[in-house]
């Protein structure tokens, strides 16, 4: 059973357009929620997190927004670029697990020049 | 500092041959993880170890052993490789501090195929 739910699988955007990429979970124990990012031979990079009592936090273009009550999270990633095509996977986990995470599927990110 | 270092970056195994993926990292992190990535499956956890001589399963252990007896080094064996092991091997590791979660830090991986 998939402890998080990633979607889209893929996504092509304009340069300059703003890809969002979803997650949604079930287990309300969770309380740790980061996205890496993945480049083709590369293992994944952290590239930013959130804990649940906050609904939005930044990061240069990027920002997650996060929503308690339906049990989902986004990346946005404002004013996209080329440079930021790549895979980008959610996480979660929660505290008491060996710091264990459960993975989203990924989702294939292509910014057009 | 290196972070986490995998080795070997490739390798070829026949059906039934064993080998064993290298693990290292140096950053005092007490908890190290493997992984395997296959397409559109995200990554599924082999085993972890939260300090030298604690391991535990995680999702898909089977076909899989592995041991940690300094915080440095986790390798993970492959006793006999079947092809549905073609997959591409993650190491990871992170720091308890007993504050909440913390980011788990990626190696480049194996890249392993069985034939």
């Known amino acids: 059973q998939q402890q998080v739910k990633q979607s889209p699988q893929s996504l092509i955007v304009q340069k300059g357009g703003i890809p969002i990429i979803n997650c949604a979970y079930e287990n309300t124990a969770f309380d740790y929620f980061p996205w890496y990012q993945q480049f083709p031979g590369k293992g994944p990079a952290l590239l930013i997190a959130?804990?649940?009592?906050?609904s939005e936090k930044k990061e240069g273009r990027f920002t997650i927004s996060f929503n308690k009550s339906a049990k989902q999270f986004s990346l946005h990633i404002m004013d996209s670029q080329p440079g930021d095509s790549a895979t980008y996977f959610c996480?979660?986990?929660?505290?008491?697990?060996?710091?264990?995470?459960?993975f989203g599927t990924g989702t294939s990110l292509t910014v057009i020049p | 500092n290196a972070g986490v270092t995998q080795t070997p970056k490739f390798r070829i195994l026949k059906i039934g041959q064993s080998m064993t993926l290298q693990c290292t990292q140096d950053?005092?992190?007490?908890?190290m993880y493997w992984y395997r990535q296959d397409p559109g499956m995200g990554l599924k956890l082999i085993y972890y170890s939260v300090g030298a001589g604690i391991t535990d399963k995680g999702e898909v252990p089977n076909g899989y052993n592995v041991s940690r007896s300094t915080t440095e080094d986790f390798p993970l064996r492959l006793e006999l490789a079947a092809p549905s092991q073609t997959s591409v091997y993650f190491c990871?590791?992170?720091?308890?501090?007993?504050?909440?979660?913390?980011?788990?830090?990626f190696g480049d991986g194996t890249r392993l195929s069985i034939l």
């Open positions: 950053m005092n992190h007490n908890y």
């Open positions: 996480a979660a986990s929660w505290t008491n697990t060996g710091n264990q995470f459960y």
């Open positions: 990871a590791s992170s720091l308890w501090s007993g504050l909440g979660n913390q980011p788990q830090h």
């Open positions: 959130i804990r649940p009592d906050v």
